[in-house]
């Protein structure tokens, strides 16, 4: 019967890349020397950019709050560093676009030491005021969307959240961050998983990890105490397992609607880097101010997983890592499968981003792109159920209105498709380009 | 035999009785349509552009049968049709001055620096979606040619620096362009109007230079050399007023170095096409 259930923690369709952890997963969690320039984008997570609170010329320390959420869907911004506040202006992003900042020049002879307190009192805290700390602690979903995590928090009246999932797939190849931190911090991965589940009101919490991270399924397991209701789920090595809705489908063989949230099924899922920063909050006092990294990839000569502080450019990442091999050619930031390739070295490293990647020649080399041939690999592939062939074919037409009845806005744009597709079609690309079209697009004055 | 019958029976009797019903119907609720919309509707050019600002052809038809427009403000239609379409509904044509689609931005390929390479599916909007298209400028035109693609009236075609030489005898002043482009470039200009803005960049100085060769620097020369209060700086770029200052002259353009305000007089980018490649 065991056996039987194993077998369908599984979702249906996705793909099986090649995983690449290799080259970093075995190597232990290290801290980038402080650098002398800092730039923290006000807008680093979905929804309404912070509000700077600090001006030029102003001092500020490690963990100090310098900007303000500007909504309900934002959150704080910390200064990484202790220094002085350079200037607030326009600097590039990782979408290119040139965005508001708050550019920190770093003091070269404080001791960054965070100038926290003991922690907060967390049990004390009714729950709008522990949504609030979470808020402007400016923690956001840490596996790459930096959806801000409070928001998440807020449960609507007559929804009861009954289980706290907690993503450790990390299921992008390359990527090792969850899984060193799941190895290194295992307490401060269950102590954080305890606060969000006491606050959430749930009745259990349970962890999802990929098969082939035995070594983290492990350590965990060793560290939970008899009696506690925390559970490790190991999960078929397959992408997107790291999908929520595909995780959800995997552990608790429930279905996500289309247009629902996970709360809507009584669940809510979090990143194992979202749980342990709240830890880190609530228990240490630190604000987001820093985050793990992992830069891989063929092209970067000693790969690692860091502490980055948030806001160091991509630059001293990988000066760090013994620059850039020659032939490198292109720069991820992300995964390889949902991460965006950046255009310059010089945008910071942001909540989001749980790598960078570097690739040389071999790797990037556009393949030629050939007629879609019908085979229907992308259908399959597809874990949402749509029908990526047909929307490529209406976005190269520029039909965009037409893709809304092939219910184009439920793609998350996993990639699966693109990699599935044997005639190199950058499917992926195109879904995106309708959807910004379908978002964007400047309707003529009348 | 008899039931053989019946059924062709029922079914005469059931055509008979609707077909009187319609026959009163078509005596007694009958609309009377003015037969010359008809005839201006096949005279309009029937694109149903929009630019005009009513839904399709018809409507304007209808509008026009009406006396609330003047048949120039169909800006597709060619002079004849609309002295056709004025003549035949004995109105006056009216004055509409003509538009074309002028783009703020002159930064093609050997101006506008790279700083990476973009692959991937040939088109604006899914460049721009890709760290903004591999053009340090942010702003500028990504010259992949969605503007091409979406014009009606083939009158937009990318020269061989990389941006879109608009045809301003077959340019109609349809939104089509307006609407493709991603960084929201093109505008709808009269064509007496000859100074003309193409840079969109919002930095000042050596900012905007580093990232492309003919950038607006927010010099300010062109303010001081025009008509007080025709031309004013607004976000490190200027903006010619018509309504507020004295008349424009070529004068306003001469000193600025990097070609960022034009005075045009039909195409822009004319000299383009045998351009030598620029400070890059």
Not at chain 1, 29 to 36: A, C, D, L, M, S
Not at chain 1, 99 to 126: C, M
Not at chain 1, 228 to 240: A, F, G, N, Q, S
Not at chain 2, 197 to 210: D, F, H, M, R, S
Request: hydrophobic letters at 40%; a negative charge.
């Amino acid at each position: 019967m065991r056996a039987f259930r194993r077998l369908r923690r599984n979702f249906e369709h996705g793909v099986h890349p090649a995983h690449f952890k290799e080259q970093t997963a075995d190597l232990p969690i290290q801290r980038v020397p402080f650098g002398k320039d800092y730039v923290m984008p006000l807008g680093q997570h979905i929804g309404v950019p912070a509000q700077a609170i600090v001006t030029a010329g102003e001092r500020v320390t490690r963990g100090q709050l310098i900007a303000e959420p500007g909504g309900f869907v934002s959150t704080g911004l910390h200064s990484p560093v202790t220094g002085t506040v350079r200037e607030i202006g326009d600097f590039r992003g990782v979408d290119g676009r040139f965005a508001p900042a708050i550019a920190i020049e770093a003091d070269a002879f404080a001791t960054q030491q965070v100038d926290a307190g003991d922690g907060i009192d967390w049990e004390a805290l009714s729950l709008e005021e522990f949504i609030k700390a979470v808020q402007m602690a400016g923690i956001v979903g840490m596996g790459g969307a930096a959806f801000p995590a409070h928001v998440k928090l807020s449960v609507p009246d007559g929804v009861t959240i009954r289980h706290l999932l907690i993503n450790g797939a990390e299921c992008e190849p390359y990527l090792t961050t969850d899984h060193r931190l799941m190895l290194e911090r295992p307490e401060a991965l269950l102590e954080g998983a305890e606060i969000m589940r006491q606050k959430l009101g749930a009745e259990e919490t349970v962890i999802g990890i990929e098969a082939n991270k035995p070594d983290a399924i492990k350590i965990i397991q060793q560290h939970i105490a008899p009696g506690d209701p925390v559970r490790v789920v190991p999960l078929k090595v397959k992408y997107p397992q790291g999908a929520e809705k595909m995780m959800i489908k995997s552990v608790f063989n429930v279905e996500v609607p289309a247009g629902q949230l996970p709360r809507d099924v009584g669940v809510n899922v979090n990143n194992v880097g979202t749980i342990v920063a709240i830890a880190d909050y609530f228990l240490r006092g630190i604000p987001l101010i820093e985050r793990v990294v992992t830069v891989a990839g063929p092209g970067v000569t000693y790969p690692a997983n860091l502490i980055v502080p948030l806001g160091t450019p991509v630059r001293d990442v990988v000066k760090f890592c013994g620059g850039l091999k020659p032939g490198t050619r292109e720069m991820i930031m992300g995964g390889p499968m949902m991460g965006r390739p950046i255009a310059s070295l010089d945008v910071p490293i942001l909540k989001g981003c749980s790598g960078v990647l570097v690739f040389t020649e071999a790797e990037t080399a556009r393949r030629k792109e050939y007629p879609c041939i019908s085979c229907g690999r992308c259908l399959e592939a597809c874990p949402y159920f749509l029908n990526p062939s047909r929307l490529a074919r209406l976005s190269k037409a520029r039909m965009f209105d037409e893709m809304k009845a092939y219910n184009v806005f439920d793609c998350v744009e996993c990639g699966c498709c693109t990699f599935a597709c044997p005639s190199n079609i950058p499917i992926v690309q195109l879904i995106r380009t309708a959807k910004d079209d379908l978002t964007h697009r400047k309707e003529p004055d009348a | 035999m008899n039931s053989l019958l019946v059924a062709p029976a029922i079914m005469v009797g059931i055509g008979l009785f609707f077909g009187t019903i319609l026959a009163i119907a078509q005596r007694f609720l009958k609309v009377d349509e003015d037969p010359r919309i008809e005839v201006t509707n096949e005279l309009l050019p029937g694109t149903n552009c929009g630019a005009c600002g009513q839904p399709g052809c018809l409507p304007f038809a209808e509008k026009l049968v009406a006396g609330t427009v003047d048949p120039s403000q169909c800006t597709v239609s060619t002079k004849e049709n609309i002295e056709q379409i004025a003549e035949f509904l004995e109105v006056d044509a009216g004055s509409q001055e003509k538009l074309v689609s002028r783009l703020r931005c002159n930064g093609g390929g050997l101006q506008a620096h790279q700083i990476a390479e973009y692959q991937g599916f040939e088109g604006c909007r899914a460049a721009a979606m890709v760290s903004g298209g591999g053009k340090g400028c942010s702003w500028g035109c990504l010259g992949l040619g969605d503007c091409e693609v979406a014009c009606t009236f083939d009158a937009i075609h990318m020269n061989k620096n990389g941006l879109p030489q608009v045809d301003t005898e077959k340019c109609r002043a349809c939104p089509d362009c307006v609407a493709a482009c991603p960084r929201d470039l093109f505008e709808l200009v009269p064509l007496s109007q000859n100074l003309f803005v193409q840079c969109n960049i919002p930095l000042a100085g050596e900012a905007a230079t580093q990232l492309c060769s003919v950038a607006c620097d927010a010099c300010g020369k062109c303010v001081a050399d025009a008509a007080p209060g025709l031309i004013r700086m607004e976000n490190n770029l200027p903006v010619i007023d018509y309504s507020a200052g004295g008349p424009a002259a070529p004068e306003a353009v001469f000193r600025c170095a990097t070609r960022s305000i034009v005075w045009l007089e039909g195409e822009q980018f004319q000299d383009q096409e045998s351009r030598k490649a620029g400070g890059v």
